[in-house]
């Protein structure tokens, strides 16, 4: 913000309290940023980010390369000889469904996990790579629009560069779901060694800090990879956790607004699945932009402090 709006906030009563109050809360790891800066960081980036805009190509983009990127999971999975796998990634999928989508989305999920197209295996591993590529790619087209970000890589480069990561997220989902099937195993090896007497809800929390560390390390991977600019920035970065923790608050309160108040279903039939399916996309497209204008400008802060010191 320019000194004028602040001196036009430190001139109104009660504002001018709280505006100094949050100058003097310094956030610990932001590079000495006050809680004040950090809200003006925010604030400018939706105002000259064309946030909006932004946020809804993601969302687009993201929702046409959901079942294209899951379609390319399910086919690594038939290569995994791993008894239940193909089972715990679908209910870990349907776990991740926002409230009252799952009667439209799931039974299309299930559908494309059990009715394998054999005849075209390659070419629809392909086509869903290519698919899925092609979200990611519109992820870093929007980090791109920042404000902030001058240098952006040729067309070619990012995609191949975005192929990359939907590759590299595909395979951290299957490691994820490894690693839930074999601390489900040992939670219940510890129960049947009288270790524990719940096991189930260590399984809840097992699943909980699993599911948290994968939203944060796809996160800092989209940060990270996203503009030429991110791989100067540490790949686990106070933008990739305010994202994180952001993520589930909106995503418990989406949870209850949905299941109290709304009447999507009620007016709109089974269309109204989609609408909720996009309106959680497009709500977290803002919280993954404004992280990312977060972390560049932290960067852009310390590239400044580093010529004086």
Same mark, same amino acid.
Request: charged letters at 15%; hydrophobic letters at 50%; a neutral charge.
């Given at each position: 913000m320019s000194k004028e709006v602040e001196e036009k906030l430190l001139s109104i009563p009660v504002?001018?309290?709280?505006?100094?109050?949050?100058?003097?809360?310094?956030?610990p790891g932001f590079n000495g940023l006050s809680l004040y800066d950090l809200l003006e960081i925010y604030i400018t980036g939706i105002i000259k980010g064309t946030f909006s805009s932004r946020a809804s190509s993601i969302a687009y983009s993201f929702f046409i390369a959901i079942f294209p990127f899951l379609l390319f999971i399910l086919n690594l999975i038939s290569y995994i000889k791993v008894e239940g796998f193909q089972q715990r990634f679908l209910t870990f999928i349907e776990e991740l469904l926002p409230p009252k989508t799952h009667d439209f989305f799931y039974p299309v999920i299930e559908d494309i996990a059990i009715n394998q197209r054999t005849g075209l295996t390659y070419f629809v591993l392909f086509l869903s790579l290519f698919l899925a590529a092609n979200g990611v790619n519109a992820i870093f087209s929007a980090f791109e629009g920042s404000y902030l970000v001058k240098i952006n890589r040729a067309f070619f480069k990012q995609f191949f560069i975005s192929i990359a990561v939907a590759i590299c997220l595909s395979v951290l989902m299957l490691v994820t779901i490894?690693?839930? $099937?074999? &601390?489900?195993?040992? #939670? !219940?090896? $510890?129960? &049947?060694?009288?270790? #524990? !007497?719940?096991?189930?809800?260590?399984?809840?929390?097992?699943?909980?800090?699993?599911?948290?560390?994968m939203v944060y390390v796809i996160i800092a991977g989209l940060y990270h990879f996203g503009v030429k600019k991110g791989r100067h920035t540490r790949f686990f970065s106070i933008g990739a956790l305010m994202t994180t923790l952001l993520f589930l608050l909106t995503t418990y309160l989406f949870g209850i607004y949905i299941n109290n108040f709304s009447n999507y279903n009620e007016l709109y039939g089974s269309i109204g699945a989609l609408m909720i399916m996009l309106f959680y996309i497009w709500i977290n497209s803002n919280l993954l932009l404004l992280g990312f204008e977060l972390n560049i400008s932290l960067q852009r802060l310390k590239e400044k402090r580093q010529p004086e010191e």
């Amino acid at each position: 913000m320019s000194k004028e709006v602040e001196e036009k906030l430190l001139s109104i009563p009660v504002i001018n309290v709280i505006v100094r109050i949050f100058r003097r809360i310094i956030l610990p790891g932001f590079n000495g940023l006050s809680l004040y800066d950090l809200l003006e960081i925010y604030i400018t980036g939706i105002i000259k980010g064309t946030f909006s805009s932004r946020a809804s190509s993601i969302a687009y983009s993201f929702f046409i390369a959901i079942f294209p990127f899951l379609l390319f999971i399910l086919n690594l999975i038939s290569y995994i000889k791993v008894e239940g796998f193909q089972q715990r990634f679908l209910t870990f999928i349907e776990e991740l469904l926002p409230p009252k989508t799952h009667d439209f989305f799931y039974p299309v999920i299930e559908d494309i996990a059990i009715n394998q197209r054999t005849g075209l295996t390659y070419f629809v591993l392909f086509l869903s790579l290519f698919l899925a590529a092609n979200g990611v790619n519109a992820i870093f087209s929007a980090f791109e629009g920042s404000y902030l970000v001058k240098i952006n890589r040729a067309f070619f480069k990012q995609f191949f560069i975005s192929i990359a990561v939907a590759i590299c997220l595909s395979v951290l989902m299957l490691v994820t779901i490894g690693v839930i $099937l074999y &601390g489900e195993y040992i #939670i !219940s090896e $510890l129960k &049947g060694s009288d270790f #524990i !007497s719940d096991d189930i809800f260590w399984i809840n929390v097992f699943q909980v800090v699993v599911f948290v560390g994968m939203v944060y390390v796809i996160i800092a991977g989209l940060y990270h990879f996203g503009v030429k600019k991110g791989r100067h920035t540490r790949f686990f970065s106070i933008g990739a956790l305010m994202t994180t923790l952001l993520f589930l608050l909106t995503t418990y309160l989406f949870g209850i607004y949905i299941n109290n108040f709304s009447n999507y279903n009620e007016l709109y039939g089974s269309i109204g699945a989609l609408m909720i399916m996009l309106f959680y996309i497009w709500i977290n497209s803002n919280l993954l932009l404004l992280g990312f204008e977060l972390n560049i400008s932290l960067q852009r802060l310390k590239e400044k402090r580093q010529p004086e010191e």
